[in-house]
């Protein structure tokens, strides 16, 4: 978790970086693009981008006899990169805020390893894949726009569904979570479409481990070493509008 968030705050650096060079690029502009723009009520449009999912991890310190009273303990290896795709509807609330419904699908990885109560580690990591339809319903909040640039924060709900759901080596996640969003970007007018950058990070609302298991002996001591998993996950995205 702690190395999400130094890659969270560093790209959100960037992006305030990339921002101001953008806004000063644009002061030496007369005309601006798109103009009318932000006062459509309703635009569509497209996404893609990058994500790295982790977990927050709860462990139960469980002796028991199916671990041999040798409690085990989880760790995130890395964080692996994915991809998220989607579609844009915007709607225009007000004067600087819109409600905007994004429906995507998105394919990521993450690697669990255990570790004993010795410190001797598992060979080999639990990979655990996962493809969500998702459905962000999201607040933007927009800056008055400055030339061709504008930034803004969001905030909203995310169900996700996992299409990957199925019996992992080691253990089973529950399919459906519910997930907070919040972040930041800003928005470059260009001549033919608007191209945002907004860095947002999901926090999961409910435990994702399945407590039965995967109904193998063999796996209890995975389940069991965990009390609760929720889910992160860090999106860097593009918006083509």
């Given at each position: ?54 977990f927050n991890i709860q462990h139960s310190g ?41 429906p995507g699908i998105s394919f990521g990885q ?41 930034p803004y924060l969001i905030a909203g709900v ?84």
């Amino acid at each position: 978790m702690i190395l999400g968030l130094k890659q969270f705050f560093v790209l959100f650096v960037l992006l305030c970086l990339i921002g101001e060079v953008n806004a000063q690029n644009d002061k030496n502009k007369n005309v601006p693009n798109l103009k009318g723009f932000d006062e459509k009520p309703i635009h569509f449009g497209f996404l893609i981008g990058i994500n790295t999912m982790n977990f927050n991890i709860q462990h139960s310190g469980a002796s028991t006899p199916e671990n041999g009273n040798n409690p085990r303990y989880a760790e995130l290896l890395s964080l692996q990169p994915g991809i998220n795709l989607g579609i844009i509807t915007s709607l225009r609330l007000k004067k600087n805020l819109n409600l905007r419904v994004l429906p995507g699908i998105s394919f990521g990885q993450r690697d669990l390893s255990y570790i004993d109560s010795e410190g001797m580690q598992e060979d080999e990591a639990i990979k655990i894949k996962s493809t969500f339809l998702e459905m962000p319903i999201m607040l933007k909040y927009g800056a008055d726009r400055n030339h061709n640039f504008k930034p803004y924060l969001i905030a909203g709900v995310n169900p996700r569904y996992d299409l990957a759901k199925k019996k992992q080596n080691g253990l089973l996640l529950n399919a459906l979570d519910f997930y907070y969003e919040f972040g930041a970007g800003f928005d470059s007018y260009l001549n033919y479409f608007r191209l945002s950058t907004e860095l947002k990070i999901s926090i999961g609302m409910r435990d994702i481990l399945n407590h039965d298991g995967t109904g193998e002996l063999l796996d209890l001591p995975y389940t069991q070493a965990i009390d609760k998993l929720t889910s992160r996950i860090f999106v860097l995205s593009f918006y083509f509008e």
